[in-house]
């Protein structure tokens, strides 16, 4: 039950943990408190560190390293991982080159977020070569600063990267290889089986290593409670202050994990993350791409599944609405037996989906596009970076000639759940050239949607803005030039 904390050789042993304590409160009771708590959900970035894993690169295994939110992360999530905390960058009393780029740059006052930010510069460090205003907003993109104000903080952020200073190999590149071969000995690819004693119950954990295993285990628990990354589920543990007596991990799940790109259906294992799905989705979609950088931050990004945003069963989960739109169909096994049922009938009610007891999705499989198919996703939010939806609608047009032969439309933040448009789709393509398309639109979706009030829209705002949303979708698929809000390029934020 070992992970490599920073820069120390021995691994280190989280001790008898209960399965419910995140990588956050361990670190602060380790004495290492140079990690901060702000929100403990995942929302300002103080308590940002990174996190390497072992992965194969063109054949050769190497250390990838990814920002995290250590607040809603579990401490036995870090076994077999190497953990960087803002404490493990300097090397003796020589500080880490982003560390020195904040200082010269006048990147910090009261220092509250700035362990948060020079952990996700580190991250940046390591994993791209040049920067742009671009990369850097992706890369900041989940920390807050409520009093330096972002200006110095870029400006530390370009410097690092300045092409006069050569960027210096820092400890952990130098060091690449013993710190393989400490992750190797501690990577043994077994199933993970621990149990903790509380003050009334014992609490389990279990990790297993294949989807044999997990269906086993989930059959035979009642009480079991899947996680995958967490960025949903342990909200309930630091927001809701609940604890749950039975973790099963899907994050070691090798079936979970796999991308398969057939001649005719992509299939994305349950357990892929958002990252890495996205490379997939838009080699496919293309017009994807701006939409899914609207996904959260970069450290919720880089460990959030696909799997985990579809079981959620969110109304204003991001990826339901696009799937959906793509006809996309669910993989769900419960021990032996697989079946698979299309994605819109996987959501019942709020919250609530099909999946019965031990049941948990393997895949999604996505019919691939013929070259008439065209996807156009839009999201409206209040902030551009790393917020909830209050709708997202994805709209998917096969066209003849200019004209639509056949339309698809998912909604999300409409109902209780993510939802096809059927009445949509229909006056949508009866109406494709009529100048009155948005004031159609509103009827039809009036007649098949009751949206909710709530801090994020309206009601009435949701159904107008659904019904513009069908206008310009039909606008761009004309070749107007119609700004669409989710390719708005990032310097204009600033
Ligand atoms: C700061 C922040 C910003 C966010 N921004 C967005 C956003 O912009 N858009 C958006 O859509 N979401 C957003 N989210 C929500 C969340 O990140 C996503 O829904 C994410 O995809 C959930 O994946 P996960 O792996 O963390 O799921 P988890 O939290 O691990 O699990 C979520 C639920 O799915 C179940 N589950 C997981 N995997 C399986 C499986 N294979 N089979 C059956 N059940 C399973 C779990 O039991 C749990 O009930 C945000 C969250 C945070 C904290
Ligand atoms: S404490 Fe705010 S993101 Fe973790
Ligand atoms: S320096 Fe005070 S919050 Fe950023």
């Known amino acids: 039950m070992h992970f490599l904390l920073n820069q120390n050789s021995t691994p280190t042993t989280l001790g008898e943990i209960n399965p419910n304590m995140t990588v956050l409160e361990w670190l602060r009771a380790s004495q290492l408190v140079g990690t901060k708590e702000g929100c403990a959900s995942g929302d300002c970035g103080a ?5 390497g894993e072992l992965t194969i690169k063109d054949n050769i295994k190497v250390v990838e390293y990814k920002s995290i939110n250590t607040c809603i992360a579990l401490a036995f999530s870090l076994i077999g991982k190497h953990l960087i905390t803002v404490e493990g960058l300097k090397e003796g009393e020589v500080l880490h080159p982003v560390q020195k780029a904040m200082v010269i740059e006048n990147g910090s006052q009261c220092g509250f977020c700035t362990p948060g930010f020079v952990m996700s510069m580190f991250a940046m460090y390591h994993n791209e070569d040049t920067v742009s205003l671009p990369k850097i907003n992706e890369a900041l993109s989940g920390n807050l600063c409520r009093c330096t104000g972002y200006k110095p903080i870029i400006a530390a952020a370009f410097s690092v990267f300045n092409e006069e200073n050569e960027k210096p190999l820092d400890y952990y590149q130098k060091n690449q290889e013993k710190i393989i071969k400490s992750l190797i000995s501690i990577n043994d690819n077994e199933n993970i089986s621990l149990i903790f004693k509380g003050d009334k119950n014992n609490l389990s954990y279990d990790a297993p290593s294949n989807a044999d ?17 967490g960025t949903d589920l342990n909200l309930e543990i630091t927001q809701s202050l609940k604890e749950f007596s039975h973790i099963v991990s899907v994050n070691g799940v090798k079936e979970l994990q796999v991308i398969n790109d057939g001649e005719f259906e992509l299939e994305i294992g349950s357990a892929v993350s958002y990252q890495k799905a996205t490379s997939s989705l838009v080699k496919y979609w293309p017009d994807l791409e701006a939409y899914l950088h609207r996904f959260a931050s970069l450290p919720i990004k880089n460990w959030a599944t696909i799997g985990g945003n579809i079981a959620n069963a969110s109304p204003i989960g991001d990826m339901p609405p696009v799937l959906i739109a793509l006809e996309a169909k669910l993989k769900l096994r419960k021990e032996s037996k697989v079946r698979i049922i299309a994605l819109e009938d996987f959501f019942v009610t709020y919250k609530k989906t099909v999946l019965e007891k031990g049941e948990f999705i393997e895949s999604i499989i996505i019919p691939k ?57 229909k006056v949508t393509l009866d109406n494709w050239n009529d100048e009155n398309i948005a004031q159609l639109a509103y009827g039809a979706i009036k007649n098949e949607f009751s949206p909710f009030d709530d801090v994020r829209a309206s009601s009435e705002y949701r159904l107008k803005v659904s019904a513009n949303l069908v206008k310009k979708s039909i606008l761009i698929l004309k070749g107007a030039a119609v700004e669409n809000l989710a390719e708005i390029n990032q310097s204009n934020y600033l």
Do not use: W, Y
């Open 47 to 51: 308590c940002t560190a990174v996190v």
């Open 213 to 229: 295993e997990l269906a086993n285990i989930l059959i035979n628990n009642d009480s079991a409670k899947i996680v995958a990354a």
């Open 369 to 425: 596009p013929d070259k008439n198919e065209h996807l156009i996703a839009h999201k409206i939010s209040k902030r551009f970076e790393d917020d909830i939806s209050g709708v997202c609608m994805a709209i998917n047009v096969r066209l003849n000639d200019d004209l639509p032969s056949s339309v698809k439309i998912a909604l999300g933040g409409m109902s209780g759940i993510p939802q096809r448009a059927l009445g949509l789709e």
